[in-house]
Structure formats: structure tokens, C-alpha cells
């Protein structure tokens, strides 16, 4: 198990590639996931939904990032 | 196993209301998303974690400490239970208290129909009813005041 600084470095780093990939556009939560994985955020571990969505949340509650409801639940724009 | 999951993590959850909804409809797109692309909702489950970890990833992100929030709310419906059994055995002791002598309407010649007496099932129930909310909120409190293991 690694340690907690290393966790928490990770969720950094994941945190700043959600931040650069929710500013090149509107995405939402399924997509933004598969984008992270295909541009190989893999070297982070894995990106899942347990990890990612949290991180979201506080992106959302800091005011860095933008939800919207549209009919196929859109999510997630830069300010 | 969605809305068993759904449930779950509802309950793990320590936030106010309405963002707790908020949480379970994005939980409910991710599960249709998914299902569009041919994920079973176990796939998704397998990403999330359990609800527990899931919700303690969101109080850790948030800095919400929710097992702070979950004592205080405990220390707070303990006291108010044993309030309520207090106001119970109060209204037990006025109605004991106040209930008419005996002798109240005094010596008739005759045998007379007047009956006058207090009500009678209300007392035991009543009585029941405190012991109830009394030990409810004795363990409650006790719940929420007992100290945080290092």
C-alpha cells in the first residue's frame, strides 16, 4: 500500500488533468474518465469514478468548475 | 444491485439534502453511461468502491468530518428524546396528582350512578412510552459523547 503522500500527490496530479481536460471543453463525468485513461493518465494508476468524482466535487465547490443539467447530463465546464 | 448501491451510499453520505441528491443522480448517469457503453452496473461498482469508501472520499475531499457530525447529531436527538420522556412522566405525575379524592361528591342517602374516576390507560401507556424514549435516548447520548478512539 503506498503511502499517503504519494496518494495524495496522485490526486494532484489527477486533479490538475481534470482541470486541463474539463477546459478544452464541456464533458461529462463517464467521458472525462475515459479521456483521462486514454491519454494515459494509467501512469497514475488507473482513473475510476471512486478517485475522480470526489476530486470533481470539490473542483465544483472551490468554483473551478461549472455543472450543468442537459438532456444527456452534461458536466463539468471551465469557468 | 444499482438502486441497492444508490441506497448505500445515500446513507454513508453526510451532506445536506439537496447535494446529497445531487451525488445520487451523478452516480445514476454514471450507471447509464456505462450502460451505453456495454458496462454492466458491477463494472461501475467495482470503479466506485464500496459505498462507504465512496462517501468517505467525498467527506475527505470536502473536509467534511462525518463522524463529528454524526456524534453531535446523536448527542443532540439523545437530549431531546430524554426531554420528551421527562414532559411524559411530568404529564403521568400531574394526572396522578390531580386525579379526584375519593370522596368527592360526598355522602348520598341513596346509592347513587355517579361515577367519578381518572382515565385509565392512558398512565400505563404513557409510562411505557417514557421508559421507551428514556432508554432510546440514553444510548443515543451515550453514543454521541463517548470519546474518539485514537
Known sequence: MEGSYVQQFKKGALEMMLLCLI???????????????????????????GTVYPILYRLQEGGLVQARMAPSAANGGSK | MEERYLRQVKRAL??????????????????????EN??????????????????????????????????R????????????????WLVLWLSRALRPAENVIGQADAMTSIQVSGS????????????????????????GLRARRR
Do not use: W
Open chain 2, 73 to 88: 447529531r446523536d448527542v443532540f436527538v439523545g437530549a431531546m428524546l430524554l426531554l420528551l420522556a421527562a414532559a411524559a
Open chain 2, 38 to 71: 456495454g458496462e454492466p452496473a458491477e463494472a461501475v461498482i467495482e470503479r466506485l468502491g464500496s459505498p462507504e469508501d465512496f462517501a468517505g472520499g467525498i467527506h475527505e475531499q470536502l473536509g467534511i468530518d462525518a463522524a463529528a457530525k454524526r456524534r
Open chain 1, 23 to 49: 477546459n478544452r471543453g464541456e464533458t461529462y463525468g463517464y467521458e472525462v474518465i475515459r479521456q483521462l485513461n486514454d491519454s494515459g493518465a494509467a501512469v497514475l494508476g488507473y482513473a475510476k469514478e
Open chain 2, 120 to 143: 385509565s390507560a392512558v398512565p400505563p401507556l404513557l409510562g411505557l412510552a417514557a421508559a421507551v424514549l428514556v432508554v432510546g435516548g440514553a444510548l443515543l447520548l451515550a453514543r
Open chain 2, 14 to 35: 453526510c451532506l445536506p439534502g439537496k447535494r446529497k441528491k445531487e451525488v445520487v443522480r451523478d452516480l445514476r448517469e454514471a450507471f447509464a453511461s456505462a450502460k
